[in-house]
């Protein structure tokens, strides 16, 4: 008999995640420790200049703002000046300890996380040369040195990177008060203190900014949203009216096709096979228009029982925002023609548009609408004056959807449009629909 042995092997990661929430936790902070003050902690990272259009930068002469950019290195040498200071007054070897506590601070706007590490080990370095009854384990110099390096680096990378740097000054200051005499003055309490303090408010103003970027972000982000919402939405009417226009006509084409071989006695068998034919492709049309067309109409959207307005109907229209406290004037110039429908619908959407606009911001003011019927296609032009009583009239705030709307109408039918402000403190909306097909009798 052969005896068969089983080994069992267990898969690349079994391993992992079979390991306690406490080792995979510790692994993730060592990884962090790691990859903050370890990984390229000498890197090179040239301290940026401040920006010269901040809201107090802005403010100062064109002379000043140009220096005003180099605020931040102004402060770190100043800074390094005066730790230079402390560092030297009552201590014999100045000429030492200046340096050690002077080089770790300005080497933070060039390299911060190895300003860290110089600035750590400059401390223990500069014990022997101070006073061996002061304080333990800081010399006023290292101290202040620390404290500065600490501050620039956290404001220069992240609150994490702030939390290891803390610990690791705590973990230094613990051993080096154990490994001391007990005649030694100690002021890892203070440093600690301090420093926590100091690292806190610049974790609380890093979080601080990071939240307003997400939040300018955010805000840009849904403004664009909304503008393109709001685009959407004004071509979403414009199809469904157009769906309503097209499909009337091809209906219309459709039944006179259908009845027009029994209007002629014996019509000939070609008139109509041709007539079944256009009765044949209006109702294709007409349902495949129905079915791209159909998926722009909202649920509760209902077709229009009467037709489509035009401009024969701008005396109705003009007659509603005259009831509306609006004074309101129609100017025709011209031969007064029949254009194509979508034409006529899209001419009248953009006075009512420009007119609910004027009452809208305008209340009480008077309004003019000039139609020109000119070779090549429709002017329009809708101005309106500033409102009687500005101070005593408020104006009702709109959606702000009536100049994208106008705009896609006119962009459909490769036209042209321009609205603003004019000198007199109205407003003006000037609209040239080109129509093709127009010979110079009609016009």
Not at 302 to 308: F, G, I, T
Request: proline share 7%; charged share 20%.
């Amino acid at each position: 008999m052969t005896e068969t042995t089983q080994i069992h092997t267990t898969p690349p990661g079994d391993g992992a995640k079979s390991r306690s929430p406490e080792f995979r936790l510790a692994a993730d902070a060592l990884r962090g420790l790691r990859q903050d003050l370890f990984h390229d902690a000498f890197a090179y990272r040239l301290l940026p200049r401040m920006r010269g259009d901040g809201p107090l930068t802005r403010r100062l002469p064109a002379r000043l703002r140009e220096y005003a950019v180099w605020t931040p290195h102004a402060v770190i040498t100043a800074a390094a000046l005066l730790t230079l200071l402390i560092a030297t007054v009552d201590q014999g070897a100045g000429l030492l300890l200046g340096p050690l506590a002077v080089i770790p601070i300005l080497l933070t706007m060039a390299r911060p996380v190895g300003a860290f590490w110089l600035s750590m080990a400059a401390t223990p370095l500069a014990l022997p040369f101070g006073d061996q009854w002061g304080e333990w384990p800081w010399l006023p110099g290292s101290f202040a040195c620390h404290l500065t390096v600490l501050t620039v680096v956290a404001v220069r990378t992240r609150p994490r990177t702030a939390g290891w740097m803390w610990a690791l000054t705590a973990a230094y200051g613990i051993v080096a008060e154990t490994l001391s005499s007990g005649h030694y003055s100690t002021n890892t309490g203070p440093m600690l203190v301090v420093s926590a303090l100091v690292l806190l408010c610049v974790a609380v103003w890093h979080i601080r900014r990071e939240a307003e970027q997400e939040v300018t972000a955010q805000q840009t982000v849904t403004a664009h949203e909304r503008s393109r919402r709001t685009l959407l939405e004004e071509r979403t009417t414009i199809a469904r009216e157009l769906h309503d226009v097209v499909a009337h006509h091809m209906s219309v084409v459709a039944i006179q096709a259908e009845a027009a071989p029994y209007r002629v006695e014996n019509p000939p068998p070609e008139l109509e096979r041709a007539f079944a034919t256009i009765r044949e492709n209006a109702v294709a049309a007409l349902t495949e228009l129905r079915r791209v067309l159909g998926v722009v109409r909202a649920e509760d959207y209902e077709a229009p029982d009467a037709p489509q307005p035009t401009l024969a109907d701008l005396d109705g229209l003009l007659a509603n925002v005259r009831d509306a406290g609006l004074s309101a004037e129609k100017v025709v110039t011209g031969a007064v023609r029949e254009l194509p429908q979508g034409v006529e619908l899209s001419a009248y959407r953009i006075v009512q548009e420009a007119l609910s606009n004027t009452l809208r911001h305008a209340p009480g003011a008077s309004a003019r609408v000039e139609i020109g019927y000119v070779l090549g296609g429709l002017g329009l032009r809708i101005v309106n004056g500033p409102p009687p009583a500005p101070a005593l009239v408020k104006p009702s705030p709109g959606a702000g959807h009536g100049i994208t709307g106008m705009r896609e109408r006119v962009s459909m039918l490769n036209g042209e449009m321009t609205a603003g402000s004019t000198d007199e403190g109205g407003y003006e909306v000037a609209v040239f629909l080109p129509v093709t097909g127009v010979s110079e009798g009609d016009a």
